[in-house]
């Protein structure tokens, strides 16, 4: 019973206690002659039984509206509901050159079949060799079985100006294999790569950017990727596009860094918390003597300085370990430590988990 009814029938009973009392005061007072002692006592029953009932029915009137004022608190800032997944279609390619199509026409296939495959690949501590996070790779199967690789199609989906789809369906699988993490694997970071053509296209973007806000929670745990030429010719559009995802929580890695004197602070006012430099690199540079050996120290502590963090990939071999370990790197990635895996084997199975 809420405040209201409750409110509406104590009234009716004071109402109803009151109209007895004064019936009696009335039968009372002529069954007396009037006599003044039992008027007096029937009248003082009779005016505390009005005060109380404006007392009761004051409070639960205050009651009633402070309970709906509540209600309407609740119902303001309730959690909006969650923006449904969009859905993404890779719609075919005109203007291209029958290279391109043909690739292109078994991308489109791979996509509307299904037959996209999330492959990651471990990224460790140093020395400890734990593991941190994890980089995400795409693998396309075609109708026979062959794979078709990222070097395989990439250059002709941006052409053609369908890499957006690509990059959307990989962060789909990204955001289901964390969402189907065993315990083991439940608070690692998955890195993606992205095209810039992806944040530019209007389209695109907004198809990402649903993704993104359908799984907010996740801000913490996915990482996207660029390349540093690709950074370094961002659109305006793009780089007004980055900030909007970083505002949302998500952090920025760059690869393929050919130099250490980048501007590292400007990079971190972007959200840009991991670099990666090659293994070759580092170790070229350090070789090089005590100039080489400054300047890889110089460049660790430039990103220190401005909180992010190195991370040296395509570290093939143990013999490079005690070189990289020399230099005081803190993370490592590369076939060492484990090559791209099929993500399902780091995922729990649903119906596993329903059953359970």
């Known amino acids: 019973m809420n405040f209201r009814q409750k409110s509406s029938r104590y009234s009716g009973a004071v109402l109803f206690t009151a109209g007895i009392a004064g019936a009696i005061l009335l039968i009372a007072s002529i069954a007396t002659g009037f006599e003044l002692e039992i008027e007096i ?40 509901k ?45 020395p400890q060799r ?26 002709a989906a941006e052409r053609a100006n369908r890499i957006g789809v690509i990059d959307n369906m990989i962060l789909l699988r990204a955001v289901q294999a964390l969402r189907q993490f065993d315990p083991i694997n439940n608070q690692h970071r998955i890195f993606c790569n992205l095209s810039p053509a992806t944040i530019f296209d209007h389209d695109f973007f907004t198809r990402f950017t649903d993704y993104l ?56 006012q972007k959200n840009f918390r991991f670099v990666k430099a090659s293994s070759a690199m580092l170790l070229a540079e350090s070789n090089a003597g005590e100039e080489g050996r400054k300047r890889v120290h110089q460049f660790k502590q430039a990103l220190y300085d401005n909180g992010i963090d190195l991370i040296v990939e395509k570290i093939e071999y143990e013999s490079q370990m005690p070189h990289i370990l020399e230099l005081g790197i803190d993370y490592g990635q590369g076939a060492l430590f484990g090559v791209p895996q099929v993500a399902t084997q780091f995922m729990t199975d649903p119906a596993q988990d329903e059953a359970a």
């Open 213 to 268: 806000d359908a799984n907010e929670d996740l801000a913490h745990r996915l990482v996207f990727e660029f390349t540093y030429p690709a950074v370094e010719m961002m659109h305006e559009r793009v780089r007004t596009n980055l900030e909007s995802i970083a505002k949302r929580g998500y952090a920025f890695s760059v690869d393929h860094i050919r130099r250490f004197d980048h501007d590292w602070a400007a990079l971190r």
């Open 41 to 80: 006592w029937l009248a003082t029953a009779l005016v505390v039984s009005i005060i109380l009932h404006a007392r009761a029915g004051f409070a639960l009137s205050r009651a009633q509206q402070e309970l709906e004022m509540l209600r309407g608190l609740v119902e303001k800032f309730q959690p909006a």
């Open 82 to 126: 969650k923006k449904a997944q969009p859905e993404l279609a890779f719609e075919p390619a005109t203007d291209v050159n029958e290279s391109d199509a043909t690739i292109l026409g078994e991308v489109q296939d791979a996509i509307e079949n299904d037959r996209i495959d999330l492959y990651l690949q471990p990224i460790v501590s140093l």
């Open 130 to 155: 734990k593991l941190r996070c994890y980089e995400a790779f795409s693998r396309l199967r075609k109708a026979d079985g062959d794979v078709l690789r990222p070097v395989d199609y990439i250059d």
